[in-house]
């Protein structure tokens, strides 16, 4: 029986190697420190495939993994955490945290970016200025990173409020036939700002957010601004509410701020200065306050701002023309990136563990009295052999007339790793599966695709026993690949190239892995993945709504 920590050293070589070879490609003057961090995982993956003992690789390798990997990540979600606040001390910890991550010229790199927003934000445009300065046109950078200082000089700009500078420079590259794309949202900022919204929404068209894949909570928030400073109660609101599902990363005074604002632009007063000064009392930001102050003076002197001189017509029709655009990107990122809940696929969670509870029973015991554990695993040994010989899919049973075995197959498990890799892939795809085609249908995918699995490996595999719920997701997995695919009204061409590209690369990748891993059902997974394949592009497609999007990321409609 192969080993459960063996079955962890395969994926995390194949991490390892694809990253490595990522990374490889990057000028080296950049790339060697992430060189250095691939090679561990790889030595461990080997060391624990061929010499052993296989749990300590297997440990070793995953932490490492989340050493080089995940801090990163918390890196950048506390830089747009820090900026939205206007926290110049968060981003200096930052700046001095990320050279523990990042070795050489990344980390020298990403600290003086850090380092030039807080500058910015302490008005220090000089120091800024010095800081990004070092990096222009510097040799050893990737071109995905060299055009970063320019995009971070036009931050600086934007957090000084200097906006008129911000749109001379927009205007003037688009004089000289250059490609503004680095500025358009900083210009469509500036340009709300400033009260001209038709420009700026011509800024986000050329942009053309919807095609960029970008983060919902990141499309909210380029887009805040201009509802909030046209005036547009309902649409500021939804963002607001879409911002605010993590307080840490969009606090309450930022909150209170935009809120304010929309009230100022609409000449609500009294409204506006309530929410401002809330906004001000919480905020520990000395640029922040001084912000809140500068509107608290136009509250104070009954003064619309920004200053608009279009009629009710023209802002409407700019107003509904950009909520529509940022409801379709919505609607893509429902699809390919679910936050939501979903009830039926937490059920299915459930209803796994809870069986592999049952079948498991003296690990369950062990836990809480393991002096309990020999007498108890006597009895449970009992009950989970009768399930396993009266549920497991042995194919000659199954074939001989037992058919039930097709079915119970799939809700079975054979330990620890198993299950907890099925409840990932179950928890992903299964989301991604119900808003695509709605509960029923999902349901009906999952349960018809794991049983035409179990048929595959009965036919094809018919001398192992199978158990595992990896049938009905690779069906669950093949159907999204096939929603995807016929999305293509709705899914722009650029996001969705990707996401099949991705779905194909895992897919192989799985492939690849049922070759390597002993005593895996490899056409169990096979079967699913074609069958949830074929039933998804027969299966009709949940219709969403295109105009109405909740702040939670509910597939709505259909």
Request: positive net charge; glycine residues 8%; aromatic residues 12%.
């Amino acid at each position: 029986m192969t080993s459960q920590f063996t079955m962890w050293l395969y994926p995390l070589l194949i991490l390892s190697v694809v990253s490595l070879f990522i990374r490889i490609r990057l000028p080296l003057p950049w790339s060697w420190g992430f060189i250095i961090q691939s090679l561990p995982l790889i030595l461990c993956a080997v060391l624990g495939l061929t010499v052993g003992p296989d749990w300590m690789y297997a440990i070793i390798g995953w932490a490492l993994v989340f050493v080089f990997y995940v801090p990163p990540k918390v890196f950048y979600t506390n830089l747009q955490r820090y900026l939205t606040a206007l926290d110049a001390d968060g981003l200096r910890r930052s700046g001095r945290n990320i050279k523990l991550l990042f070795w050489g010229l990344p980390g020298d790199f990403w600290s003086d970016m850090t380092f030039s927003l807080a500058c910015f934000v302490e008005k220090n445009a000089e120091g800024a200025e010095a800081l990004l300065s070092k990096w222009q046109n510097r040799r050893g950078l990737p071109k995905s990173v060299a055009g970063i200082p320019n995009s971070y000089r036009l931050i600086g700009r934007g957090i000084m409020w200097q906006w008129d500078d911000i749109i001379e420079a927009y205007e003037r590259i688009r004089a000289e036939g250059g490609a503004p794309g680095a500025l358009l949202p900083a210009a469509a900022r500036a340009y709300s700002e400033t009260g001209r919204f038709q420009h700026a929404v011509a800024c986000f068209s050329e942009a053309k957010l919807v095609d960029q894949n970008l983060a919902l909570n990141n499309l909210a928030l380029q887009l805040l601004p201009f509802f909030s400073l046209v005036g547009a109660t309902h649409q500021t609101n939804a963002l607001v509410s879409i911002l605010s599902h993590n307080k840490n990363d969009f606090p309450e005074h930022t909150q209170l701020y935009w809120l304010g604002r929309c009230n100022l632009a609409n000449g609500d007063f009294a409204q506006a200065r309530e929410l401002l000064l809330k906004a001000r009392a919480s905020s520990q930001s000395k640029l922040f306050q001084d912000r809140i102050d500068t509107q608290l003076a136009l509250v104070n002197a009954n003064e619309i701002s920004p200053p608009c001189d279009l009629s009710a017509e023209e802002k409407n029709s700019l107003v509904s023309g950009l909520w529509k655009g940022f409801s379709r990107a919505a609607f893509v990122q429902e699809i390919v990136s679910p936050r939501r809940k979903s009830i039926t696929v937490i059920a299915l969670c459930v209803i796994l563990i809870a069986l592999f509870a049952v079948t498991d029973m003296w690990h369950v015991a062990a836990l809480f009295d393991p002096r309990k554990l020999t007498e108890f695993a006597i009895l449970t040994d009992s009950v989970t052999n009768t399930i396993m010989n009266t549920c497991a899919l042995d194919p000659a049973k199954a074939l001989s007339g037992q058919y039930w075995r097709f079915f119970t197959y799939l809700f079975l498990h054979a330990n620890e790793t198993h299950i907890v890799l099925n409840i990932i892939g179950l928890y992903w795809f299964g989301r991604v599966a119900e808003n695509i085609f709605g509960t029923t249908r999902f349901l009906a995918i999952y349960l018809v695709g794991g049983l035409l699995s179990g048929v595959v490996h009965a036919l094809l595999s018919p001398d192992q026993i199978a158990v595992g719920a990896s049938g009905a997701i690779m069906a669950m997995f093949g159907a999204v690949g096939a929603g995807i695919y016929r999305l293509k009204d709705k899914i722009p061409e650029p996001i969705r190239k990707f996401q099949l590209s991705w779905l194909g690369g895992l897919a192989l990748a799985q492939v690849v892995l049922d070759q390597l891993i002993p005593h895996v059902a490899a056409f169990a997974h096979l079967g699913g993945m074609v069958s949830g394949f074929a039933i998804g592009m027969l299966l009709s497609i949940r219709t969403p709504s295109l105009t109405e999007v909740d702040g939670t990321q509910k597939f709505i409609g259909g």
